[in-house]
């Protein structure tokens, strides 16, 4: 009866056991289950709070930006100009090159050929800071201001002359470029 007994004990010992390891790891699963929604409540929080901030900074920044006034606009719909430019220094007529502001990425003015006829292809809102005679020598990389032409500065070597349609201007860089205009820009 002993031998019954004790071996009694030992079946109960043992699914005692069982039963101890089973509510382990039951506990464990449901650790890590509470430990995984912990997790993806956190990550979830975590982009919902990235999103706001983000909307949130786009908010500020349109807020604080000054609105730009119309008077500033020159089209909502883009523009598709050819303006013409001539460039004489010293008597020598200036060679304008093709593909100016062409290449991996085409930039809205360009040229196509050397023919001196500029490429105003602008999609989309377009400013007058956009269309600058200015701007056209930035995407050159070529120096030109009411000063200053290429290499060739007003002195006693010349002064600069520019001509918009025949009559003499004096905006030089900031003169706003219009459809088939004719600039002439001559250092004499």
């Excluded at 800071?129 to 006693?156: A, M, P, Q, R, T």
Aim: aromatic fraction near 10%; include cysteine; charge should be positive.
């Amino acid at each position: 009866m002993i031998d019954e007994i004790s071996g009694k004990d030992e079946l109960s010992s043992g699914k005692k056991k069982w039963l101890e390891n089973r509510a382990r790891r039951e506990e464990e699963q449901k650790n890590l289950k509470q430990k995984k929604t912990i997790k993806r409540i956190f990550k979830t929080a975590l982009i919902v709070l990235i999103i706001g901030v983000g909307i949130a900074g786009l908010g500020w920044y349109f807020k604080i930006r000054p609105p730009l006034p119309e008077s500033e606009i020159i089209s909502r719909a883009g523009i598709h100009w050819h303006p013409e430019i001539k460039i004489s220094i010293l008597g020598q007529k200036q060679e304008i090159p093709d593909n100016i502001g062409l290449g991996v990425v085409e930039k809205p003015i360009h040229t196509h050929d050397n023919t001196g006829v500029i490429h105003l292809e602008f999609s989309g809102l377009v400013k007058k800071d956009d269309i600058l005679l200015g701007k056209f020598f930035e995407v050159w990389g070529k120096k030109f201001s009411k000063d200053c032409i290429f290499d060739k500065c007003n002195g006693f070597e010349g002064q600069i002359k520019m001509l918009i349609n025949g009559k003499q201007n004096f905006e030089f860089e900031n003169y706003l470029m219009k459809d088939k205009d004719k600039i002439e820009i001559i250092f004499e």
